[in-house]
């Protein structure tokens, strides 16, 4: 199974930018849809954006729209979620997933985790 890490988290102020990042072992990473999505206290876990394995973008949230930007690289086995104008809604832990499977919030496999803080 892939080993997915996320790295890249941290605490921030309102209006800031943060980006993440996720390696993913093995050699299968470019034949895989990517995604990120996030997990506020009390709350559901949900994508937040999603990516194909060419790079084009499958999804965005609309709370995130105009203000986020998912991307990959293939030869790294690595993708991405830049945040800009951040929001302290925006709190959570993000968690970089493989195949992810939007209406039943799942997907193959998931990272570790880390944490975004944004305060007011």
């Known amino acids: 199974q892939v080993q997915l890490e996320e790295s890249g988290g941290g605490l921030v102020q309102a209006g800031a930018s943060l980006g993440l990042s996720c390696a993913a072992s093995?050699?299968?990473?470019?034949?895989?849809?990517m995604g990120w999505a996030r997990q506020a206290p009390g709350a559901e876990r949900e994508f937040v954006a999603t990516?194909?394995?060419?790079?084009?973008?499958?999804y965005y949230a609309d709370s995130v729209k105009g203000r986020f930007t998912i991307s990959r690289d293939n030869a790294k086995n690595t993708v991405y979620l830049q945040m800009n104008n951040l929001k302290p809604e925006d709190t959570a832990v993000y968690y970089c997933?493989?195949?992810?499977?939007?209406?039943?919030?799942?997907?193959?496999?998931w990272g570790q985790g880390t944490q975004v803080t944004v305060a007011s």
């Open positions: 997933a493989e195949n992810p499977i939007l209406r039943a919030k799942k997907a193959g496999s």
């Open positions: 093995g050699s299968t990473f470019s034949l895989h849809p």
């Open positions: 990516i194909s394995t060419t790079g084009m973008v499958l």
